[in-house]
C-alpha cells in the first residue's frame, strides 16, 4: 500500500489479520512514520546505539549478544533494523553487519543519519536531503542495508554468527514463528539469536502511562492482533500478540534453544515515557522481554 493509497485513521479494533495484510499494513505505516519516528525518538536511540526498549537498556552495558572482546569479525544480521541503529553500533565494534527491515522508509532514514554522520548531525537532527546526499567519512562506512521480509530472508543458511533485532520485526508480523524458523535457518551451529519485543503481560494492560495504565483490561490469553483502521475497515497498523508460552513454543519449534529471558528493569534516573511506557508502571511491571535463543552445534 502506497502513502497515496493509505487512508485516514478512523478506529482500532482486535481483530484477525493474516501474514499478507500485517506486513501490507505496516510497511505502509513506517514508510510514512520513518522522518517523524526518528524525528521524536532519534535523541534516545542515538544513531550508532542498540537500546533494547523504552527502558533504556544498551547493549555497551548489558553485553547480552556476547562479550566485546568476541564482537569482532562476527557475521551478524540486523532484522527489523528501522534506521539500523543496532546494526551501525555493532559494525562500530568491529563485526560485520546487514542490517535489514521490511520499510523502505526506514532504511532511507538510514541513509539519511549515514550521511549525517558524514557531515557531524547529531541524532534526532535533520539531515541531508536524497537529492543531496553528502560524502561518505572513512570514520563512518555505510551500513548494507537490505529491504526484505524477516519471515522470508535472502540468505543461504548458516550465512550469520549473531541475528538480532530490538524490537523489530516480531511483534509486526502475523507468522512470528516463520521469523523464529528463518533465523534458525540462517544461523550457524552454535550462533546465536536475541530478540526484544513488548513483554506480554503488557497486553493484559491499556497503552497508557498513567494510573489508567496500571489496571487489567483485557485478558492476557487473548491473541487477537492490535489493529488500526481506516474509514474501509483496511489495516494501517498491526501489532501481534504471544504469550509467553507461546513464545516458547515457537521458539523451540524452530530448533532453538532459550538459554536466557531478560526483563529489564526501569531505572531509578530514567523519567521519560515512550507511549505506554513509564516511569510509574515501568517500576511495578516489565514492559520488554529480551529472549536470548542459541541453535545448537552439531555433535559428533
Known sequence: MTTAERGSFAAVTRRGTDQAESARANKGWW???????YAEHGAFLGDADLVWGPEGLREETARILAPADRLPGLRVLEIGGGAAQGGRWLAAQGAVVVSTDLSTGMLAQGRRIDEGRADGIRAGQPSASPAHPLPQHPQHPRLPLLACDAAALPFAQESFDLVMTAYGAVPFVADSAAVMREAARVLRPGGR????????????????????????TSSYFDRSPYVEEDDQGRALYVE????????????????????????????????????????LRGRLVPGTAIYVCERPPRTG
Open 31 to 37: 514508510d510514512a512514520e520513518a522522518v517523524d519516528y
Open 240 to 279: 501481534h500478540h504471544r504469550t509467553l508460552g507461546d513464545r516458547v513454543r515457537e521458539i523451540t519449534a524452530a530448533g532453538l534453544r532459550l538459554v536466557d529471558l531478560v526483563e529489564p528493569e526501569w531505572p531509578e534516573d530514567h523519567e521519560e515515557t515512550w507511549g505506554g511506557w513509564s516511569p
Open 193 to 216: 539469536f536475541v530478540f526484544s519485543t513488548t513483554h506480554p503481560i503488557r497486553w493484559a494492560l491499556p497503552d497508557v502511562p498513567g494510573e489508567a495504565g496500571l489496571t487489567v
